[in-house]
T-cell receptor
Framework: TQLLEQSPQFLSIQEGENLTVYCNSS?????LQWYRQEPGEGPVLLVT?????EVKKLKRLTFQFGDARKDSSLHITAAQPGDTGLYLC????????FGTGTSLTVIP | KAGVTQTPRYLIKTRGQQVTLSCSPI?????VSWYQQTPGQGLQFLFE???????NKGNFPGRFSGRQFSNSRSEMNVSTLELGDSALYLC?????????????????FGPGTRLTVL
């Protein structure tokens, strides 16, 4: 059973388009992290959100933590080929729970 | 500041053998977690060690075990390997692990050990 469901599972878009990835759960988390992983490598931490309703921006990436600290979203503006990768959300509870992952491909 | 290191990076074993993987966390981090990643199941939590004690354990059989040393380095052992154990094994370190203290829960991953069981 996955505590964190991500959608969509796969996303293929053209360079310059915008996109949003969702991470949903029925559980409350003390914090939530977003990672990007490239083939054959470990996930790289992008951001941590802690407070319900919190919004964090990292250049073209905007992360939001839901008011109830159960869900989160990642919005990418003007996607670039370098954004290609597997995006994972992870919630901190009595252990770290990872989402099902969103595989993003940005086509030049 | 050095990142998380894992050795070896690649490993090929045959069914029935055992394997030991090693993880060195970021200096000052006391929590080490292990994960198994496969295309079908995604990232699955194996266990977490904090100050040499296993604090949490995922839903894996007893063939999967681990330990942590006083310098926070950790090892993971898999005995009686099965074909289904082929996966990328990831280690992650954090200051305090699942402490519930927000930013201190941040995990930093190593590059992983790619285990292939033939």
């Amino acid at each position: 059973t996955q505590l964190l469901e991500q959608s969509p599972q796969f996303l293929s878009i053209q360079e310059g388009e915008n996109l949003t990835v969702y991470c949903n759960s029925s559980s409350v988390f003390s914090s939530l992290q977003w990672y990007r992983q490239e083939p054959g490598e470990g996930p790289v931490l992008l951001v941590t959100v802690v407070t319900g309703g919190e919004v964090k921006k990292l250049k073209r990436l905007t992360f939001q933590f839901g008011d109830a600290r159960k869900d989160s979203s990642l919005h990418i503006t003007a996607a670039q080929p370098g954004d290609t990768g597997l995006y994972l959300c992870a919630g901190a509870g009595n252990q770290f729970y990872f989402g099902t992952g969103t595989s993003l491909t940005v086509i030049p | 500041k050095a990142g998380v290191t894992q050795t070896p990076r690649y490993l090929i074993k045959t069914r029935g053998q055992q394997v030991t993987l090693s993880c060195s966390p970021i200096s000052g981090h006391r929590s080490v977690s292990w994960y198994q990643q496969t295309p079908g199941q995604g990232l699955q939590f194996l266990f977490e060690y904090f100050s040499e004690t296993q604090r949490n354990k995922g839903n894996f059989p007893g063939r999967f075990s681990g330990r942590q040393f006083s310098n926070s380095r950790s090892e993971m052992n898999v005995s009686t390997l099965e074909l289904g154990d082929s996966a990328l094994y990831l280690c992650a370190s954090s200051l305090a692990g699942t402490s519930g203290r927000g930013a201190q829960d941040e995990q930093f991953f190593g590059p992983g050990t790619r285990l292939t069981v033939l």
